[in-house]
Each structure stands twice: as structure tokens, then as C-alpha cells.
DNA sequence: GTGTGTTTTGAATCCAGTT
DNA sequence: AAACTGGATTCAAAACACA
């Protein structure tokens, strides 16, 4: 197939030709090569316009292997903004009226992709936090570690019937209804694929639960799921699994062979299969801070040992000042004061109530509880 | 004092006349009345019902004046655009260079207000994911449960150097970096302010934990806050109580009138409970040389390297000679031989007493404790 | 194979003070 | 103003190495 956008009056393409395979090209002129009104569900994980300035080293010197690739490369906001206007469009345009569209973005992007999706008449449904368990941390210590990434879900328009798997969510949530933040690793081990070099093949590759859920929640079998910056083509390896139809597009050559070896070798699961690894479900850490924050404790507070011999006062930031001047955490300063190496400080302090002690223990677990 | 906006070239009034009191009144007039570059940190927790009425003007400059008044979609972007970019630009101007900005929202609104603040020049340093433990559930099963809102942090520019109490938060968060996802209860039970009839006082409520965190993180005691949408007066009690300074405006009476009456309540933490864990950048520098002056290590005394590898002389001047002949700095000499851009002397190298190794940070202390 | 310790790595707008 | 330099800074998970 050509890449020409569409002449007026000509008949737009019929969607088969291009069915479950990967389109290469600009993927505005792929888009507008076909028919409107035609795809069920649009996945879209476009640049992120980062504008990263020097080298970033690990404390132990290691250097960061950033993500410096031209296609993430924009003069300006106004750059950028047009770029996204033009992509949005072209998405609108061949998405059915009762379609939906994903997109995926970080702080650098996002509230440029999000305010535009609205300028056009999506009509946003949920934004979606991708709680990353494992994310880079920040190196110098001058930021929150950046540990999720935001995905906005919207609808062609306010009065559209997006689809919607209410029932599949919760089961796969055990049960309860699925949240909109969601709690998945980044794409590391097996998964992440790698060049001749055995170098990741692409700096930004998305796991594949991330699709599982979005294809599982907001898909039908059979439907038609577009990935116009389709990388190494997750998208399309979990839509082949779970029975849908995908259409990718990517510039790339590099990337195109590897997705299409990728997808090559997924197989679609039968339906029983379609049982999920459910991550696993650890006791939550809850830090001690958080009674403070949350004036279960008030910083001043006394604390006391269980064994009576020491107290401790609470301090804002949820660390201790012991009565020999030892700061530190609830762990920290019950060591200090027992003279041992460690210490658990949640079983060795306790706070006075109506004149009795009880154990900060306790404090957790109502948060636990919560949770 | 008067809500007008100042004349050009009358004096701006000082801050200190609005400190820890409640502004009447519109917050864009209210903050153009204020000094420009006088204030440490605004927190915003703006109305994004659509249904702004007085507050809103239309693209045209027409006030928007009833709650019927019909608008298209378009419209009314429009118009919640341009209440931003003006509220925006009031709240950037009195922000001292080196001040931040927190705004909180969710998906109606919070795109819109995080592309005008990188239109306005704003840098954004993080987003935060308020992640709701009890959120209101979807009861229709239509959507996910919208169980989180966002927040943004944002630096008035580029090159400022907004405050971060990187080791307070990481206290906070039980010895680990405080990540971008807050996990933090709704607010209810006593917390939440109910009005004469038993009614909440305030339909959006912010949890005081959540402010806890804010300005635990990024201000200092003796800073000043301000909240243009001070409702029912959240950031002032924690401010309060946290011995920072508080603006509050809101417009409304019966919302001044509750937060008025709560702040009075609140009472300030004594300093000690204040003190939060600092930073090592906080702490005076001590030249190596100053080692060798006071006679800590003598010049020809060797330095061992801590992972063994390798032996440096010191010199007189404080200087080392490693074995390759290489010259220079504690850290200098460390770099070249590991090959690495940087090396933090301190703990980089050893030297011997009585036949073991002991870092030579330790004698840094020594001299820190004296100071 | 099994268990244990070490190394590697991930969408990152990541320094501050002095000369 | 630009260049230099001291020195502060990381978490989880998987891969890998080795006993």
C-alpha cells in the first residue's frame, strides 16, 4: 500500500489490506490513507519531548543510558503542540463513532496530549496512573523519584458508548473494581527485547500487562486495535494473543523487524487461558511518617519504650529525638538506645492513650486495614 | 485592605499586613495587590465544576452569569482557559525567583492547567499522584474508579532553585526516596468540617496529611505560603501548625468564616518537633587540607583506597600523588583511577591505624562535630 | 541443581559554589 | 559569564557469578 494521503473522492482503502500488519511511514499519512469511521480502539504512546540537558551518572559513576534518540526531538512547545494536534486528528478521523482512544505520556507531555484530546471533542473517561513497583530512582536526590506514568482513555465524543468490560476489570482486581491507579512493573527481563548487540532494541519498550489490561478492559475479540507509534510492537503481540486485530505504524525499519519477528511468535490463547498473573499481593510497607502526616501521632508527641526504660520525641518529618539527643528513625533510635545493631521500632514503641501505652503497632495496622 | 488592583507605580503594600489573615475577595485582584517576587510557595486548589458563574468571563470578555447559561464545550474551555492563564500569570508574579507552585486536579481540569504552566514558563519538577485508600466508588460500573487526583509541581523557571527537603521526605517515607505516588486517605471522620445543619462545610476537602507532605517537602519554617483558593483553610492550619506563615484568599464568607474558626484551633509545633532531617549539602565543607594542618594525617602518609585497589600519598598542600603518578585533589586522584568522571574522595579512601583501614570521612566528622 | 552474593539497569526535563 | 572543582547521590528486580 502507498502512504499518500487520501485524494478527495477517492474510495479510502478497505481495512483488510492492512489488517494485522505493520505500516511503515509517517503515521498522520498512514492514518489518513484509510477509511474513516473504521478502528475500534486507537493505543497511542507518542514521543514525550523530553529535553534532557547533560549526562546523568548513578552514584556508583554509572551512566545512565538516556533516552536521546531523534525522533524524541522537538524545537518548541508550539513544535510539539502542532505535531500532536495533527496525529490527534488524523486518530479521530478513522476511529468509529463509539471508539476510544489510549494514550500514554509523563509530565513532559501529557498535559499538552490531554488538553488537546478535550480541544477536539474526546471526551475524557478516566486518566489511568501506571504505578511503576520498580522505576528508576533519582540519582541526585533533588526530585521525587518519577514512578508512574499517566494514561488518559477517552471517547470519540460526550454521547459515545465506549466499550467498557466492567466485570473482566474487577475480576481481574480479585474481585473489587478495578481503580484507576494501576500498580505494574516496568518491561525488564525476557520481555525486554534486545538487538543484535544484545542493547534493548528500543529505549521506551511498554510491558505487555500495561496492554493486557487496556485491550482486556476496553476491547472486544475480533476488534480493530491501531498503534500509530508502534514501536516494537506491544501492542500488536497482545492483541494477537487475546484474539484481536491490530494495525501498526512505524517509521523505522529497525523497529518494524523487530516487532514483526516479535509477533510472529505470539500465540493466541485459547480462551480459558486468559487467565491473569495477578501481581502479587505483599503486606503494604506502611512508613512510620505516616502517622504523622496523617495526626495519628502529632510531632512533640512522647513515645516509650515497651520495656519503660526510654523515651522519644516525635518529630515532623517521622523521625525520633531520643532523650540522649539520638535522631533517627523509630528503628534507628531504638537500636541507639539498646546498644544494638538493629532494632524493630515497631514492635519496641508505644504512645500513651488515656494514660496507657499502646503500641504504634497498633497505629499501623488500622492504616493497613485501610488499604 | 481594599481588592483593587494596584496603580502603577503606587507602592505595593507589604506583605506583612496579609500575613496569616484571610483575604475577601477575588484572588486574581487580591494577588495583583500584593508585592511581586515576596512569596515562597502557592499552593492552588482551583474550582473546576465548569460552573464558575461570576468568576468566569467569556472569551469576549462577557461575564458568564447563570448557572443556566448555556455555553458549547468549546466555549467553555475557552473560558476555564482563561481563568487559568489569569490566575496563573497573578500567582507568578508575586512568586519570589526561587518559589514554587503546587496545583492540584484531576482529569476536568489539570491539562489544561499543566500546559499554561509550561506556557507561562513554569518548569515542572515533578507530578504527584494523590492515590485515594478509600475513594468513592463507580457506581454505575460505567468507568474505573476514579480513585486519584494530580498534583504539579512547578519552579517559576528553568534555572531557579526551588527548596526540597530531599531527606525530610525520604524520613517520611521510612528511609526510602519519596516516590511520585502518595498513598493517602480521604479526607472524613473529624477532619472533615460540617456547617450548623451536619452537612460537609466543604465539597472538596483536602486532606491535611496531604499538606503535611507539601510543605514538609518543599518550604521551610518562617516561609511564606499562599492558597488563592483557600476554602475552608487547609494549607493555613497545617501551615500553622508547621511554623509557616499562611495567605489565604477566598472569596466566599461562609468558607472564611470555618477556616477562621479552625485555624484559631490550630497550634504551632514547638520548634524542636519542627526540625526535620537535613541534607549533607547542609553541612560546612572541610578542606582535606585542613587533615594534614591539624596534623590528622601527615604528609607522606599513605591512603589506601577502599575497595583495595589502590595507594596515594599525601602531600603538604593536601593534595595527593597516586601510584601512577597521578596528582591532584582527594577526588581527582580517586577519578583517575577508576576512570570515572567524578569520585567523592571522603569515601573514596582510607588510611591506617594501627593496621586496619578507616575512612578517612570519619576524621571529616571529627573536625564537624568541633565546629 | 541450589543457594548466595554481586552486578546491571530502567522515558530523567537530577549540583552548587568559587574563581 | 564561563569554567572549574568539590563532592553528594539510588531502588527494585533480574541477570550473572560462583561456591
Known amino acids: 500500500m502507498t502512504n499518500k494521503p487520501v485524494k478527495k473522492g477517492a474510495p479510502a482503502p478497505s481495512l483488510d489490506a492492512v489488517l494485522n500488519t505493520i505500516q511503515s511511514g509517517d503515521c498522520i499519512e498512514v492514518m489518513n490513507s484509510l477509511p474513516e469511521n473504521s478502528v475500534d480502539l486507537i493505543f497511542a504512546d507518542p514521543p514525550y519531548n523530553l529535553q534532557l540537558k547533560g549526562e546523568l551518572h548513578r552514584p556508583d559513576n554509572s551512566k545512565v543510558d538516556a533516552v536521546d534518540d531523534h525522533w524524541d526531538q522537538f524545537d518548541s512547545f508550539a513544535v510539539y503542540d502542532r505535531f ?7 486518530a479521530r478521523r478513522i476511529l468509529k463513532p463509539n471508539g476510544a482512544i ?3 505520556g509523563s509530565y513532559h507531555n501529557v498535559f499538552r496530549m490531554g488538553a488537546e484530546l478535550q480541544n477536539q471533542g474526546f471526551w475524557i473517561l478516566n486518566d489511568v496512573v501506571w504505578r511503576k513497583s520498580n522505576p528508576m530512582p533519582n540519582f541526585r536526590g533533588k526530585r521525587l523519584t518519577n514512578a508512574h506514568e499517566t ?7 460526550e454521547s459515545a458508548k465506549p466499550t467498557f468490560n466492567y466485570e473482566a476489570l474487577k475480576a481481574l482486581n480479585e474481585g473489587v473494581q ?3 491507579d494501576w500498580v505494574l512493573p516496568i518491561c525488564t527481563g525476557h520481555e525486554r527485547l534486545k538487538d543484535e548487540n544484545g542493547d534493548k532494541a528500543h529505549p521506551t519498550q511498554k510491558p505487555e500487562s500495561l496492554l493486557h489490561r487496556v485491550l482486556i478492559g476496553t476491547t472486544n475479540p475480533g476488534d480493530v486495535v491501531l498503534d500509530p507509534f508502534f514501536g516494537t510492537g506491544t501492542t500488536g503481540a497482545v492483541a494477537k494473543m487475546l484474539g484481536r486485530n491490530f494495525i501498526g505504524i512505524e517509521r523505522e525499519e529497525t523497529y518494524r523487524k523487530v516487532a514483526t519477528k516479535r509477533i510472529k511468535n505470539v500465540r ?3 480462551n480459558e487461558a486468559l487467565e491473569v ?12 511518617g505516616q502517622l ?4 495519628m501521632l502529632r510531632p512533640g508527641e512522647e513515645l516509650y519504650s515497651l520495656n519503660g526504660r526510654h523515651t522519644a520525641k516525635v518529630r515532623a518529618d517521622g523521625t525520633l529525638v531520643g532523650s540522649k539527643d539520638n535522631k533517627g528513625s523509630i528503628h534507628q533510635v531504638g537500636a541507639a538506645f539498646e546498644g544494638a545493631p538493629s532494632c524493630n521500632g515497631w514492635t519496641y514503641w508505644a504512645y500513651k492513650s488515656e494514660g496507657k501505652k499502646v503500641p504504634i503497632d497498633n497505629l499501623r495496622q488500622q492504616i493497613r486495614a485501610e488499604m
Chains 1, 2 share one sequence.
Open 151 to 157: 494514561l488518559i482513555w477517552a471517547s470519540k465524543s
Open 292 to 295: 504523622v502526616e496523617r495526626g
Open 84 to 90: 500532536t494536534r495533527d496525529w490527534l486528528s488524523a
Open 102 to 104: 489510549w494514550v500514554i
Open 277 to 288: 498473573s495477578q501481581s502479587k499481593r505483599a503486606q503494604p510497607r506502611v512508613p512510620f
Open 268 to 270: 493466541k490463547l485459547d
Open 178 to 180: 478495578m481503580r484507576s
